[in-house]
């Protein structure tokens, strides 16, 4: 079996910065958890697991997040130096 490396500490802190932005666009929207999975048609734990940092989405899951929030997908990717 085959396992990917851990990510390093750059990596992790990227995707943390996006599971941030995605919350803050989440509440600012005024939307619960389960209701941003639910439009993404993403499972709850799976949505958690992305807003933590926990979990790196595929572009997919974060196009119909981005969608589901109501926000540009860039607003979420965005790279704060």
Do not use: C, F, W
């Not at 085959?2 to 992790?12: E, F």
């Not at 993404?40 to 979990?55: C, V």
């Amino acid at each position: 079996m085959h396992h990917q490396p851990l990510p390093d500490d750059r990596v992790l802190a990227r995707r943390r910065a996006v599971g941030d932005r995605i919350r803050a666009a989440r509440l600012h929207a005024g939307l619960t958890q389960e209701a941003v999975s639910l439009r993404a048609g993403i499972g709850l734990d799976s949505y958690n697991r992305i807003e933590k940092g926990h979990a790196s989405p595929r572009l997919d899951s974060l196009i119909r997040i981005a969608d589901a929030i109501g926000v540009p997908l860039a607003e979420v990717v965005r790279d704060v130096a």
